[in-house]
């Protein structure tokens, strides 16, 4: 045979013999497409459905919040501090009669309540799938914060002057629940979480007889999506 046939042919076969190679690595290497990240920055925005606490009592219709959290992600593990905002208010018309003409003044009055709260929380996941992109987690909060109500009336029959505010207002915020989160994107997930959750207001002037604390604990639903970069 001649030499230069010989050099060809082995030539020919040593490329052969390595696409075939490349082809067997590639049928046994395990399917990595859409795995999530191990670790990495997490930003996490939500938005959570649960009862409307007002002063003192429960309106029969659910609120919502919006939350947004920061924190990092490693391998199972997500850590963060989330904030918390919420601002409600309510107007009303009303008729006073004017003490010093006898007639009838109209008026609005608007009551306003905002809550703010910071929340360290923390996620792990307990069961996940065998390509990592589905997770059965559990997620723990507790938060702390404040908030207020004002009531203001436009224009105020009996103006009075404004007295000085010293009253200490705390939220105190608890929330434990299970979620289900899968991965869309091996940088992006979509979360369900349903659990319970504690709410407190807490109202303190500095005397035992006046101070005020209102409590409630109900269930709770947040969907959630979760970025790690």
């Known amino acids: 045979m001649p030499t ?3 050099t060809t042919l082995a030539v020919a076969v040593s490329l052969s013999g390595l696409f075939m190679a ?4 590639a049928q046994t290497e395990p399917e990595s497409t859409g795995r999530p990240v191990n670790s990495g920055f997490a930003l996490q925005t939500s938005l959570v459905v649960t009862p409307l606490m007002l002063d003192g009592a429960v309106d029969g219709f659910p609120s919502f919040e919006g ?3 920061f924190g990092y992600k490693y391998d199972r593990f997500v850590f963060g501090v989330g904030f918390d905002f919420t601002n ?4 009303e018309d009303f008729t006073v009669t004017d003490p010093s003409t006898g007639n009838p003044v109209t008026g609005e009055r608007t009551r306003r309540m905002y809550s703010f709260i910071v929340a360290p929380e923390l996620q792990v996941a307990i069961a996940r799938s065998k390509d990592l992109r589905a997770e059965l987690f559990g997620a723990v909060s507790v938060g702390l914060g404040t908030w207020d109500s004002v009531t203001t009336t436009d224009p105020d029959p009996n103006p009075l002057p404004t007295p000085v505010d010293d009253e200490l207002r705390l939220r105190v915020r608890w929330r434990a629940a299970p979620g289900v989160r899968y991965w869309v994107h091996p940088h992006v997930a979509m979360s369900l979480v349903t659990g319970i959750s504690g ?3 807490i109202l303190d002037n500095g005397t035992d007889d006046e101070g005020e604390t209102i409590g409630l604990t109900a269930l709770y639903t947040q969907i959630g999506l979760l970025g790690v970069f």
């Open 4 to 6: 230069q046939l010989r």
């Open 22 to 25: 490349s082809v067997a690595a």
């Open 67 to 69: 939350g947004l959290s």
């Open 88 to 91: 409600w208010s309510e107007s």
């Open 199 to 201: 709410n407190y207001r």
